[in-house]
């Protein structure tokens, strides 16, 4: 059931510009991971201001070391009061008092093999949060793949949710194995046999409606070498009793919309095409928002013929019945780990001569936007299919064309020539160009090359590669009052270089699967050797990270700056090769980086340039810098505000601890966070 706190919040969004009056209240709640079922990471508070944004101090800092945190990755709710968390390899629930700092309640599920084998353990990302007969509660999806229902007040498993778990020390009630909905046979200790597949979660479901929607997760495609795995279906459930109430499948069976996409019967034993990216919703209109990635083995797919839907695409379900309402797959037959690494952001835009649109809007790798009409899926704009190239790797069978977005531009380097090498001095562009020689460059969407092909190169460069662009740690986020979303990209080229199947297998301990895939990948990492300039800086031209605002409203790029300070490191090499720091600017440091938007301002972590972490505050209009603080640590992946207690706090995701900024006064006078 819909919170009525939430329902107010979410009006209040619609019917902004309100931030003075909501700035008065003394809570303001931050309800998913991304804040709203939008994933905007907007807040309206506006108790922190150009102004006073250097007073900021922290207020405390809850060190999750005890539980197994590492990553830092998971962006704590703020919902009645109490923020809500997961931390460590056994996605520990935490319930953290938001102005001290200290734990009230957690839990943690019971150690299973299926649990420890996880490769995104740590990668939780959040809770789920919905209201069952008026009382909060706090859902999450385990890395051993376990649905949890616990009372928002005290922790404890919410009673008569799900089903008993046939392993010792689960508790009688509050679990749903989702193992048992997916049809592959599996030991609940164990979890599914490598050689038929394995299904993880690095997200947390999102609760509409009084049905909770669960995503899931992969090995990594990059770490396959084997044909086989499971397909990532999705799953829904009651929000009070864990009843199960539907699954879409993700990989279409003979009959079901686009089984006609999966040729030489792969659809039987290929899997993947998993959401391990965070869930969006429109709760009013019964839809949820499903992000994809690829499938199975992401530098080949020649025993997988065909477009491959619905990998790699964004598929709008209807929250009630499962059914699709709508999709695009914005890679047709993925072979470049182009998967969809962020959750789409839900905007309402006022298109010239268009009037207001419900949109949607996602942002991906390959450095595009793809926007729509978020009820029909109508692209807000052309989308046009060009030809790409094509493989030369024996067995794949490549798309002829790609969907390229006519608005909004790429806000990220597409593809690579020369042109795009350093030129800071003429010998530098020289040894760029050697250093590239062994590499085959190309247009966006030029495909890996084998190790025995007859180019003469070591291997195709990939730009943006399969961690460029917008990704996981530095998610987009979006002013709904403005309809302008603001991106966090990084033009990380990739190396793709494939070799024999049995080769690569060598390289990947308990990998999934029974059958060796032609070609695979050659490398421990997602890339093959890439080339590295002889002075040690990047082998393009920067900026090598910046924020791009862009209006969804035209389509436009308002503005765009590099993010935090060029490195020392780059600083030396360019004075000792005589060039003016002054003429060439920021170069940004390369990272991805955190944002939130508040009503006064977009706020974002990076590192100056000797590597001291630090919090910016930009004019969302302009783009320039109204404020500036070193921050206590360096921020990993999300950033969040709310308010508490009549104070605005700004939480930082400072690897296993999370640091709360707030102004001074904020700060508790007693006691101390643990």
């Known amino acids: 059931m819909?919170?009525?706190?939430?329902?107010?919040?979410?009006?209040?969004?619609?019917?902004?510009?309100?931030?003075?009056?909501?700035?008065?209240?003394?809570?303001?709640?931050?309800?998913?991971?991304?804040?709203?079922?939008?994933h905007t990471r907007y807040t309206p508070a506006d108790q922190i201001t150009a102004d006073n944004f250097n007073d900021l101090e922290v207020a405390w800092v809850w060190d999750g070391a005890s539980f197994g945190a590492v990553s830092g990755r998971s962006t704590p709710s703020y919902i009645d009061g109490t923020l809500y968390t997961v931390a460590g390899n056994h996605r520990t629930v935490v319930a953290i008092d938001p102005k001290t700092g200290e734990t009230i309640w957690s839990y943690r599920e019971p150690t299973t093999p299926r649990g420890q084998y996880s490769m995104r353990a740590d990668y939780g990302k959040g809770v789920g949060f919905g209201y069952v007969n008026g009382r909060g509660v706090v859902y999450i999806i385990s890395p051993a793949f376990f649905l949890t229902a616990l009372d928002a007040k005290t922790g404890a498993p919410l009673k008569n949710f799900g089903r008993p778990v046939p392993i010792d020390g689960f508790p009688e009630t509050g679990v749903v194995d989702l193992l048992a909905d997916l049809g592959h046979p599996y030991d609940p200790y164990e979890g599914i046999p490598l050689e038929v597949g394995y299904i993880t979660s690095s997200s947390p479901p999102i609760v509409v409606n009084d049905t909770i929607i669960v995503g899931n997760s992969a090995e990594q495609g990059y770490h396959q070498s084997r044909i086989e795995n499971v397909p990532g279906d999705i799953l829904a459930y009651d929000a009070a009793t864990g009843a199960f109430k539907w699954k879409f499948n993700v990989i279409p069976k003979p009959g079901e919309y686009g089984h006609e996409t999966w040729e030489n019967d792969a659809w039987e034993w290929t899997g993947d095409v998993s959401s391990w990216a965070p869930l969006s919703a429109d709760p009013e209109n019964n839809l949820v928002y499903v992000p994809t990635n690829g499938a199975t083995i992401d530098y080949y797919g020649g025993f997988r013929p065909g477009d491959n839907l619905f990998s790699t695409s964004l598929i709008a379900l209807d929250v009630r019945t499962?059914?699709?309402?709508?999709?695009?797959?914005?890679?047709?037959?993925?072979?470049?780990n182009y998967d969809t690494p962020t959750a789409p952001i839900l905007l309402d835009v006022n298109l010239p001569g268009r009037g207001p649109i419900p949109a949607v809007a996602q942002a991906t790798k390959q450095g595009f936007v793809y926007a729509f009409n978020r009820l029909t899926g109508e692209p807000l704009w052309p989308i046009e299919e060009r030809p790409v190239p094509q493989s030369i790797v024996p067995g794949e069978q490549l798309s002829a064309t790609q969907p390229f977005p006519t608005r909004p531009a790429a806000f990220?380097?597409?593809?690579?020539?020369?042109?795009?090498?350093?030129?800071?001095t003429p010998e530098m562009r020289a040894q760029a160009i050697e250093a590239m020689d062994e590499y085959l460059m190309g247009p966006l969407f030029t495909p890996p090359i084998h190790d025995t092909n007859n180019l003469g190169k070591f291997a195709t460069m990939n730009c943006p590669g399969g961690a460029g662009g917008a990704n996981i740690n530095g998610p987009s986020v979006a002013d709904p009052t403005s309809g302008v979303m603001f991106v966090s990209t990084h033009n990380s080229c990739f190396a793709l270089r494939v070799i024999p199947g049995e080769e690569s297998d060598l390289l990947f301990p308990e990998?999934?699967?029974?059958?060796?895939?032609?070609?695979?990948?050659s490398a421990r990492g997602a890339t093959a050797?890439?080339?590295?300039?002889?002075?040690?800086?990047?082998?393009?031209?920067?900026?090598?990270?910046?924020?791009?605002?862009?209006?969804?409203?035209?389509?436009?790029?308002?503005w765009e700056i590099p993010t935090g300070e060029t490195p020392e490191r780059y600083k030396n090499v360019l004075r000792q090769a005589g060039v003016d720091l002054d003429q060439i600017g920021s170069t940004g440091t390369g990272a991805l980086v955190p944002m939130v938007v508040t009503a006064n301002m977009l706020v974002y972590s990076d590192a100056a340039s000797d590597g001291t972490p630090m919090l910016w505050a930009i004019d969302k209009a302009s783009g320039d810098i109204v404020g500036a603080i070193e921050a206590p640590d360096r921020n990993g992946y999300g950033m969040s505000s709310w308010v508490h207690d009549g104070h605005q706090y700004i939480m930082l995701q400072t690897g296993s601890t999370l640091t709360a900024m707030a102004l001074p006064g904020a700060k508790p006078t007693a006691g101390a966070a643990h």
């Open 412 to 424: 990220e380097m597409q593809g690579i020539t020369e042109d795009d090498l350093i030129d800071f």
């Open 322 to 336: 499962g059914e699709r309402a709508w999709h695009f797959q914005f890679v047709h037959h993925d072979i470049w």
């Open 511 to 521: 990998t999934t699967g029974a059958t060796f895939s032609r070609y695979a990948n």
């Open 529 to 558: 050797r890439p080339p590295r300039h002889p002075s040690g800086l990047p082998i393009v031209k920067p900026p090598y990270s910046k924020i791009v605002a862009i209006d969804m409203n035209t389509g436009d790029h308002l």
């Open 2 to 38: 819909q919170h009525p706190l939430m329902k107010k919040c979410l009006l209040a969004l619609l019917l902004l510009p309100l931030a003075t009056l909501v700035s008065a209240q003394d809570s303001i709640e931050w309800f998913t991971l991304g804040n709203d079922y939008a």
